[in-house]
T-cell receptor
Framework: EAQVTQNPRYLITVTGKKLTVTCSQNMNHEYMSWYRQDPGLGLRQIYYSMNVEVTDKGDVPEGYKVSRKEKRNFPLILESPSPNQTSLYFC?????????????FGPGTRLTVL | AQKITQTQPGMFVQEKEAVTLDCTYDTSDQSYGLFWYKQPSSGEMIFLIYQGSYDEQNATEGRYSLNFQKARKSANLVISASQLGDSAMYFCAMREGMFSGGYNKLIFGAGTRLAVHP
């Protein structure tokens, strides 16, 4: 089954404790992104990757890191989480299908930073 | 400036009736794409429908159709024959043109919460 997976689905942590949210897709998509969802703001892009070893900042990159060492994986790293990073996080992947670039989303990771 | 505006924070509709969810967008690109996603209470983002800026006909997918009015920069989602399972948050999103770096990013509106009543 074609899908984007994220782990963990739920995470409660404390300020300053480094964490990684994993993302993996099995569709051989070139493009991958991370978004965060906050009430009243919709989803906002954190980082994106156009291919292996190619990443760039989105609209809200502060406090986050990413890497793309393999095509299928795109982990999101919070080196020193803070309470304002409490949010619902989505990983997404896409490809140039008919020029549409539809993004397919993972199930989401709900992060709480105390 | 907001690039995607969804002016209806919440809507309700009677089961089996049609409902229109509003979306206006702002871009200077000639080539762009418009998407609608559904987010049920379980939280996942489900792709519903896509409209390209050069598409001459309005997109349709089953009970979903997109009322695309390019000159007015609107891309309203129409759900016909609403079902209880349509109760969810709905997001309008835009992908801008390649030279805006847009094909890697969707710009989302704030969403409209739809409640379908029996």
């Amino acid at each position: 089954e074609a899908q984007v997976t994220q782990n963990p689905r739920y995470l409660i942590t404390v300020t300053g404790k480094k964490l990684t949210v994993t993302c993996s897709q099995n569709m051989n998509h070139e493009y991958m992104s991370w978004y965060r969802q906050d009430p009243g703001l919709g989803l906002r892009q954190i980082y994106y990757s156009m291919n292996v070893e190619v990443t760039d900042k989105g609209d809200v990159p502060e406090g986050y890191k990413v890497s793309r060492k393999e095509k299928r994986n795109f982990p999101l790293i919070l080196e020193s989480p803070s309470p304002n990073q409490t949010s619902l996080y989505f990983c997404a992947s896409s490809f140039k299908g008919q020029g549409i670039y539809t993004q397919y989303f993972g199930p989401g990771t709900r992060l709480t930073v105390l | 400036a907001q690039k995607i505006t969804q002016t209806q924070p919440g809507m309700f509709v009677q089961e089996k009736e049609a409902v229109t969810l509003d979306c206006t967008y702002d871009t200077s690109d000639q080539s762009y794409g418009l998407f609608w996603y559904k987010q049920p209470s379980s939280g996942e983002m489900i792709f519903l429908i896509y409209q390209g800026s050069y598409d001459e006909q309005n997109a349709t997918e089953g009970r979903y159709s997109l009322n695309f009015q390019k000159a007015r920069k609107s891309a309203n989602l129409v759900i016909s024959a609403s079902q209880l399972g349509d109760s969810a948050m709905y997001f309008c999103a835009m992908r801008e043109g390649m030279f805006s770096g847009g094909y890697n990013k969707l710009i989302f509106g704030a969403g409209t919460r739809l409640a379908v009543h029996p």
